[in-house]
């Protein structure tokens, strides 16, 4: 018999693990991660070139990482972090042509990176992190252009990043803190134009902070804390509509903050502490409920936070000769006098147009957008049109906090938009599994997730863009009698396959790993082929390792798993208990209720 498959992971396993555990070659899936595994890496594993993955993360394993792996033609993804490892990073690995992911964090490994590891270019997650790597980043590494996530962070790398860095285009999360870099960051930077995650922080980078990294739209954290980086902020953030977090603290940063900051109406939090700033802050929610903290420890900042003295004329830049200041204002509140009547009637005159042009500038400014590849502005009138301001006619789904509709764009493109119900205040009724929802679309890419476009938040309407699928949801099609009929079993069994692979990418191949928590027939959706696409992301959870991962019950009734009600603690098997009911019903034809 052929040994394929072996799991032993979570079982609290101690002593080390077998020398023969690839004898007749045709081991092919090895996990045994989150035990109390000792002793090095069996060197059975070391010529076991059928291997595909291999999950041994979080466990005591100790040895030479050098000499204990081999070249593995077939691997696809090796996890190795949390373990006492050292050596050095093997040039190996870039021989390994199918390597899509390779995890090595959190060990002890010493040397410097290879740059024969930028010939594995089928590789879409690096994390090389916390371990005691020195020397520069190679520029072959700029040759993972599928490249999605780079983990570099606490090491001892050295010397200037690459300026080649820039063409890793698909790049998601670029983390470089906690390192010995130096000199200035790279204007290539501006290309990463995916990225949602940067942090460079905990370095020795100095000059300015390049303007390019106002090209970064989709940027949601930015942290630059604790370098040597001088000038003025760029007023190019303004740009960074998606950004939530942003931390230039305990940096030489001088000058006034861009008055432009002001419509980031989307940051959350901000840390601009240590520097040399001065003048006021920007007048939007994240500096103004910033702390102490996170604003002292600067030349002169004002304005009206916690902290801060209330801003005056005199605070202002270009007056600092206050005698001056005082004859040009007297003297222009003289002139004002003179013209206050005509300007009184000039206004009434014009109260009604401006107000309507004031309603409409302010609604183009509330609009937030990311869409690829449609012009995001041009989309959103688009769809306001297509669907005739959300109408029912138009509606094809309704659900607890949202409503789905089918628009009709006049290029011939079909897309369905997931509007989120409005409150009274304008907001959203749920903005949690709004941004949860946006944040594990971006963050994942499948065949078989929905193909996500993008989203819009502003005071009128919040949305996400999806491709539309034609036959609708699972659910839809096993209801209806004539649809059901046309799901023969090739089709059933392809639908499961197409679940398991998506299960199967959330789990293992996310980092950190994503469960969906409602996986039901209804969001399944099935396009012409019947192939399954999983929608509704709104109560994914990432695993955090370093957490009890708790939560509030969250799902669909009859797919959640019983034991969820007492333990409160969620797992990839909420997932894979309700996998088991969605496979029961495409057997049974129908939800299969009371026979659980």
Known sequence: MKLIVLELDHNNLTGNLPQG??????LEYFTAADNQLTGPIPQGLKNCTSLKRVYLERNRLRGNISEDLGVYPNLRFIELSDNELYGEV?????????????????N????????????????????????????????????????????????????????????????????????????SIPETIGNLSMSFYLNLSINQFSQRIPIQVGKLTKLVQLDLRHNMLSGEIPGEFQSLQSLETLNLSHNNLSGEIPASLEKLRGLYTVDISSNELQGPIPNCQAFLNASVQELGGNKGLCGNARGLPPCTPFSKKGHNNNKTFLVVMFSLLSVSCLLISSIALLFAFKRKKDTDEERQNNASDEIFFS???????????????????????????????????KAELSSGDVVAVKKFHPLHTGEMADQRQFLNEVRALVETRHRNIVKFYGFCSSAGHSFLVYKYLERGSLASVLSKNEESKKLDWNKRVNIVKGVVNVLSYLHHDCSPPIVHRDITSNNILLDLEYEAHLSDFGTAKLLNPDSSNWSNIAGTYGYITPELSYTMQVTEKCDVFSFGVLALELIVGAYPGESL
């Open 21 to 26: 555990i690839c004898r007749g070659g045709s």
């Open 90 to 106: 093997s040039s190996n690995w870039g021989l390994c042509r199918s390597l899509q992911s390779l995890s090595i964090a959190r």
């Open 108 to 183: 002890n490994l010493s040397g410097t990176i290879p740059a024969e590891i930028g010939n594995s270019r089928q590789i879409h997650r690096l994390d090389l992190s916390s371990n005691h790597l020195v020397g520069e980043i190679p520029k072959k590494i700029s040759k993972l252009t599928s490249l999605l996530y780079l983990f570099l962070n606490g090491n001892q790398l050295s010397g200037s990043v690459p300026l080649e860095l820039g063409l890793m285009s698909k790049l998601l999360y670029l983390d470089l803190s906690a390192n010995q870099l130096s000199k």
């Open 371 to 405: 869409v690829t590849p449609f012009n995001g502005r041009k989309l959103f009138e688009e769809i306001i049109r297509a669907t005739k301001d959300f109408d029912a006619q138009y509606c094809i789904g309704k659900g607890g906090y949202e409503n789905v509709y």
